[in-house]
């Protein structure tokens, strides 16, 4: 075959493909079906070997068919891994050609193919979702450079033998089942714990795919235009978001924007996609590919930065393919029963709008545990695990996986030996939820009798639902800064009354506290540029921010109290560190107040304002605020990390961070005495209240009212029926007094060690 006949063969790329559509159709096994693959390479590009390497779990590559060399060295021949030109394939993830493949460096010679007469040589892997699972080559008698029509036309089969290779068909094959053509042995990650619960159900990955039926094209020029289409549809949608000013200049959000702005004009990209359909692909298939190139890419990437702009590209390549799906009549198929969403990362948006009914979990290769998506999952009672690096290019589309919440780990294809274990577990979570939801509508009380009082928080009018199935007393912290976080504008007030009324008739009676924007820090929002500032933990935010944006403060007042008209309204205040800012924040209330009065709105009946507690300056010195405070709140997550200087989610110093130690117990104990003194009701609030063993330890502290998160509820109510107070009061006040003396440790394993003698529930010393 001359150089001149292999490069004119290749005129016709849509006829190879047209010929490659009805391989995939007919009924043949997976061997043939893979021999005669290769027949029709050779045949329609002119090159006299055309052959296909398989991956093995080994790394190593297998020969698995071939046109051209010895038929016999099929499923014998095999390349170590980064072994040989097809090798240096594999390592690169992107093609490779030689003029002649003998005389370079990394050819490795295999007698038993018989391939002493080729050489010129290409290869392109065989890549899905970025992951390689082959190499298709091919190869000529003749010395001579490979055109880049050549690679071209490869690289777009190289695409659909993707979809022959990871069938189902094959892998049952005879000679392919230990080949890594479809991913199929158990695999475990560990990520972050973002949302709690355990779930068992079927792998969905969360990114646009496009079917095997929709990658060949029958009008190239028509899929031109849909592609343009779709191309003028993003870029609008961009340039849309940008313009509207609701992006601020500076802020990560329209840095992103701009870059998507900026790949949505590469020539280079545009040119690809035109490239492959041309080639004979659908647009979708077209996107599909350059995807998975660049994803290949991404994988072997070292550079942080390179990285962070290969990801941006493949996010508008999914959002492409998002303008394209909108030219289809049809719409996505629902979600199939006990759905777990694999994905890189989930707007909190995207994850209201799933069918909760059919969503059991939520596993992300990004999240933390205070981000957007993590916040609506708890809320909504649904495990999501993040920071599962690598799990979205190892999991396939219907995997069996498990999602464990509470240890942040994600089991694909578990074995018998895993998913017996987690099914043991999940009954007993089962049983343990049926106990507490029969503890629903009793009064919760300790052991010796003491009634305590149990709150629930919230942050979404979705989280409401659950007042009733847990039986809190009320709602004990609805944070209002959610609805801002979530917004791309400054809620309107209609829109902000409309939520806070919402609140209230879901509470249908019971008292609910709602605690001012809590905004900064880790908390940013898109019409509020972030700052940065050296420790946002202690800088620019909560009510600093208020009383520095005093309009932003009288906006959301005024909406609480118009919301609250014939109700009582408890407003309290976050981050006070001195009486002059409670004062200040009071101040803006009472005109608020005012203002509604003159102009006929309806005022609350009652109202209270509350000091949340969470800075050392008031721990320690509360008189002057709890004169202007009509309760309290201890927010002892941020109280905790202050008094500690450590952040409880940093690994290196969290072991520093122990609310249980003799010195933070008597801060807690000596906070509540003060309130006392005041005759100012306290409550403690955040994860501290909501975990069994701190819950009793506060109870005995002399708490009397505390609020969690929903879930949380039925085992401290179950945790603090089974607690003497009487025992275990005296025991720690003892123990406080000598260890606030000699500065000793945490008193955890002490009190667990005692257990039953000091009045602790035996659930809770076996849990610990």
């Known amino acids: 075959m001359t150089p001149q006949s292999l490069s004119t063969t290749v005129r016709g790329p849509r006829r190879l493909l047209s010929r490659i559509r009805d391989l995939m159709a007919a009924q043949e096994d997976a061997q043939k ?10 045949e329609e590009t002119g090159a006299d070997v055309c052959s296909i390497y398989l991956m093995r779990p080994s790394g190593a590559l297998e020969l698995s068919a071939t046109h051209g060399l010895d038929a016999s060295a099929v499923h014998r021949v095999r390349l170590r891994a980064g072994e040989g030109l097809v090798g240096e394939v594999a390592r690169r993830a992107r093609p490779f050609a030689v003029e002649d493949a003998p005389s370079h460096p990394s050819f490795s010679y295999k007698p038993e193919t018989g391939e002493e007469p080729f050489k010129s040589f290409v290869g392109v892997p065989i ?5 390689l699972v082959g190499v298709l080559t091919a190869q000529t008698v003749a010395v001579r450079p490979t055109t880049e029509e050549e690679i071209e036309t490869l690289q777009t089969v190289a695409m659909l033998l993707a979809e022959i290779v990871t069938s189902g068909e094959l892998v049952q094959a005879e000679g392919f089942a230990e080949l890594e053509v479809r991913l199929s042995k158990p695999e475990r990650f560990q ?5 709690s619960g355990v779930v068992r159900g079927v792998a969905v990955k969360h990114e646009p795919h496009v079917l095997s039926t929709r990658l060949v094209a029958d009008d190239a020029a028509a899929e031109e235009v849909r592609l343009n289409e779709a191309i003028t549809r993003l870029r609008r949608s961009v340039d849309q978001l940008l313009d509207s000013g609701r992006v ?3 802020t990560p959000s329209r840095e992103v924007l701009e870059t998507y702005r900026m790949f949505a004009h590469d020539r280079g990209w545009l040119n690809q996609l035109g490239e492959a359909i041309r080639a004979g692909l659908t647009a979708e298939a077209a996107v599909e590919r350059v995807r998975n190139e660049h994803r290949a890419r991404l994988m072997k990437a070292r550079d942080a930065h390179f990285q962070e702009r290969l990801h941006d590209l493949e996010d508008l390549a999914n959002r492409l393919l998002r303008h394209l799906a909108r030219t289809e009549e049809t719409q996505e198929d629902s979600l199939p029963e006990n759905a777990i969403i694999v994905a890189r990362s989930v707007g909190p948006a995207e994850l209201l709008e799933f069918d909760r009914s059919r969503l059991a979990g939520i596993a992300v290769e990004e999240g933390s545990v205070t981000g957007h998506a993590a916040i609506v999952a708890k809320a909504l009672g649904i495990p999501m695990v993040g920071r599962l690096e690598g799990a979205l290019d190892r999991v396939e589309e219907g995997d069996s996986v498990i999602l464990d919440g509470e240890f942040g780990l994600l089991h694909v294809r578990p074995n018998e030996e895993v998913s017996t274990a987690y099914g043991e577990r999940i009954a007993m979570l089962a049983e343990r939820q049926r106990t507490f939801e029969h503890l629903r509508d009793a009064p919760a009380k300790t052991a010796d009798g003491q009634a305590m009082t149990l709150g629930m928080n919230a942050g979404l009018l979705v989280e409401m639902n659950r007042l009733e199935d847990t039986g809190a007393s009320g709602v004990g912290l609805f944070r209002t800064e959610f609805q801002f976080m979530v917004a791309d504008t400054l809620p309107r007030l209609s829109a902000q009354i409309e939520l806070y009324k919402a609140v209230y008739d879901a509470a249908d009676g019971k008292p609910v506290v709602f605690r001012t924007l809590d905004l900064g820090g880790d908390k940013v929002t898109p019409f509020i540029p972030s700052m940065r500032e050296p420790n946002p933990a202690l800088g620019w935010r909560a009510l600093r921010m208020g009383l520095d944006r005093p309009a932003l403060t009288r906006y959301q007042l005024r909406a609480l109290v118009r919301a609250s008209g014939g109700r009582t309204l408890n407003v309290l205040f976050p981050m006070i560190s001195v009486a ?3 004062a200040a924040a009071r101040d803006v209330l009472e005109r608020e107040l005012d203002l509604a009065r003159r102009h006929g709105h309806d005022a609350p009946d009652e109202l ?3 000091l949340m507690l969470e800075t050392p300056a008031v721990a320690f ?8 405070a009509d309760f309290v709140s201890v927010g002892a997550n941020d109280l905790m990390q202050y008094f500690f200087a450590a952040d409880r989610q940093n690994p290196r110093v969290s072991d520093r961070y122990d609310p249980i130690s003799a010195p933070a117990l008597r801060l807690f104990k000596d906070v509540r005495q003060a309130c006392d003194a005041y005759g100012k009701p306290v409550n403690v609030c955040g994860e501290l209240a909501g975990q069994p063993f701190e819950a009793c330890v506060l109870a005995a502290l002399g708490y009397r009212s ?11 109510k179950q945790a603090l029926a089974g607690c003497d107070l009487s025992l275990l009061t005296p025991w720690l006040d003892d123990e406080i007094q000598q260890g606030a003396k000699i500065g000793a440790p945490s008193l955890r394993d002490r009190m667990l060690q005692a257990g039953k003698e000091i009045g602790l529930p035996r659930e809770v010393v076996d849990k610990n």
């Open 33 to 42: 079906r893979l021999d005669r693959l290769t027949d029709i390479i050779a």
């Open 127 to 131: 890549l899905r979702g970025g992951r």
């Open 191 to 195: 990520g972050l714990a973002l949302s």
């Open 248 to 250: 601020p200049i500076g």
């Open 580 to 582: 002059e800012e409670l």
């Open 608 to 610: 209270r304002v509350g």
């Open 621 to 628: 010195a509360p008189d002057a605020c709890l004169e202007l």
């Open 706 to 716: 505390l609020s969690m998160a929903a879930g949380s509820i039925g085992p401290v």
